[in-house]
């Protein structure tokens, strides 16, 4: 089937049919972290009800399963990539983590002065601030890849800042703050040609559409699972295996060794060098079962449904006079940003005031202030989509934008009588 039944997605999420419900929750958040179905909420629980234990080295049976259940949620995470080998695919916090990973060992371990980071505008502060602190201590260079007032990446920049200096292009696949998708593929060809690696921050994107790191031929490739209707503090890293295996470890402690003396220390293999102490089991295990979950319905299905939504909102939200909104790209996933010009509403009001609506959404600058200096904004307001999203929610969301920008219109005209009266 290629169609989604959304009722049928929606009643499977706790949190969008409480019990005790005032107002119907409408979630247009996900961008920030998606919600997650009671599937995955019971392989957490059933995991801590009947398995838990410490991974690795347990003599007993109640370790081995929690063993078991770990490494394959890591074996699941490898076939969800197409990685080629699951010990490619490490354990994270989150897609932060795995960027400051990727930048404390082979950043430091590999960059020399007037080496080039090649980064985008459209980047979220995690793919910027990890590079920037590896930078001051190696001497590396930032460079940006421009973004054109559409927020498309522009490419012939892109390929004149690609260099032999360049050592490392890091860019995301789709923008948190614009919706905007980044042809990855082309990006990563460009750079392999002049010998730089690539790290793809997936963030935003495995939720919305298949990946595949061979295809891509992506060296690292990052992502969260709390935006995959999986739990929060879990991540993934994954790399090419020739490239872990030449990094040294990130951090030091239990698990990730093959022999202390107090002399010398020998390092584990992967993917354990990378994974130094006790590590979110739970969280792999129901990150794993996001994955299960989301490829039960399809990615593709997914992606296709919040192509709708976001092609109606950008319909009803380019028809209300005074909105703005920011980033038109080409290729978009399910993301809206815009402001409130005329009368000027401040990002903070709109989402209070449709909080009061029970509409959840995001303002401010989302983690991307050089993004909103190039939009010459300080902040915008955000609506992003998920699987449960329904059109009947979009047309809330423009209803409700409507009023707020009648009532500051009206509030605008009491106030300009006011003054000239007295
Ligand atoms: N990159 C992008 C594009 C993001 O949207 C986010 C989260 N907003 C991150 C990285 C960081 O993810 P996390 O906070 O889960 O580490």
């Not at 709390?226 to 698990?255: A, F, W």
Request: negative net charge; contains cysteine.
């Amino acid at each position: 089937h290629s169609t989604l039944d959304v009722e049928a997605i929606r009643a499977q999420f706790p949190i969008l049919n409480p019990s005790n419900q005032n107002q119907p929750l409408i979630y247009l958040d996900s961008a920030a972290s998606t919600q997650q179905p009671a599937r995955v909420i019971e392989a957490v629980a059933d995991y801590h009800r009947g398995h838990h234990a410490n991974i690795h080295r347990g003599a007993y049976q109640l370790s081995r399963t929690a063993t078991r259940m770990y490494e394959e949620a890591r074996e699941r995470v490898a076939r969800f990539l197409n990685a080629a080998d699951p010990v490619e695919c490490l354990f994270t916090r989150g897609a932060t983590e795995s960027i400051n990973l990727v930048a404390a060992t082979w950043g430091r371990t590999t960059l020399q002065p007037g080496d080039e980071i090649l980064l985008s505008t459209l980047e979220h502060h995690s793919n910027i601030v990890p590079w920037q602190m590896v930078a001051e201590t190696t001497g590396a260079r930032i460079r940006v890849i421009p973004i054109d007032d559409a927020g498309d990446l522009d490419l012939e920049a892109c390929q004149r800042l690609l260099s032999p200096r360049t050592r490392l292009v890091a860019v995301n696949q789709v923008s948190n703050a614009l919706g905007t998708i980044n042809p990855v593929a082309e990006i990563i060809a460009a750079a392999h040609a002049v010998g730089a690696l690539v790290l793809i921050d997936g963030a935003q994107w495995v939720a919305h559409g298949p990946t595949d790191v061979q295809a891509l031929d992506a060296d690292f490739y990052v992502f969260s699972g709390h935006k995959l209707y999986g739990p929060t503090g879990i991540g993934v890293l994954y790399g090419k295996r020739r490239l872990l295996e030449s990094m040294p470890p990130y951090q030091g402690g239990g698990d990730m060794i093959e022999r202390v003396t107090f002399e010398r220390t020998t390092y584990a293999g992967l993917p354990n060098k990378f994974e130094a102490g006790t590590p979110h089991i739970s969280g792999a295990v129901g990150l794993a079962s996001a994955i299960d979950w989301v490829e039960s319905i399809g990615l593709a299905v997914i992606g296709a449904h919040e192509q709708v939504l976001l092609h109606q909102a950008t319909e009803r939200l380019a028809r209300i006079p005074g909105l703005e909104i920011k980033g038109r790209a080409r290729h978009k996933s399910g993301v809206i940003s815009w402001v409130m010009s005329d009368p000027p509403i401040a990002t903070l009001d709109i989402g209070t005031a449709l909080d009061l609506r029970g509409l959840c959404i995001r303002t401010g600058h989302h983690c991307c202030q050089p993004l909103m200096d190039r939009l010459g904004v300080t902040s915008t307001a955000r609506a992003s989509f998920g699987v449960y999203n329904r059109l009947d929610e979009i047309e809330t969301l423009a209803e409700a934008l409507s009023e707020i920008r009648e009532s500051a219109s009206r509030q605008r005209r009491t106030a300009t009588v006011g003054d000239s009266v007295s």
